[in-house]
């Protein structure tokens, strides 16, 4: 399953087990403001890094300039990316 976190609120219910996920197997892609949660000294940031397949979008990153502040164990992607995770993990759910 592919999980697609839109903001840092999902990340705290993720935390809490709030959302039917299972972190060893699933996927997930952070976009629009969850992206902060890859800077270093970020509240969340030590979840993410808990997470087995996490990626986070390329040009949310960009576009919110925090590119330089993001750590370097995060993997970024592209659209393209975007779109073959989609066609790869079924069901897909955004959050």
């Not at 935390?15 to 969850?34: A, G, H, I, R």
């Not at 960009?62 to 592209?78: E, F, M, S």
Request: a negative charge.
């Amino acid at each position: 399953m592919l999980h697609i976190l839109t903001k840092t609120d999902n990340l705290h219910a993720l935390y809490k087990q709030e959302l039917p996920v299972n972190v060893d197997s699933d996927v997930f892609l952070l976009t629009q403001d969850c992206v902060y949660a890859g800077i270093l000294d970020h509240k969340d940031h030590l979840l993410i890094l808990s997470l087995k397949q996490c990626y986070f979008l390329q040009e949310d990153v960009d576009a919110r300039g925090v590119k330089g502040l993001i750590d370097n164990k995060i993997q970024l992607v592209t659209y393209a990316s975007f779109v073959s995770l989609t066609q790869e993990y079924s069901p897909v759910v955004t959050w």
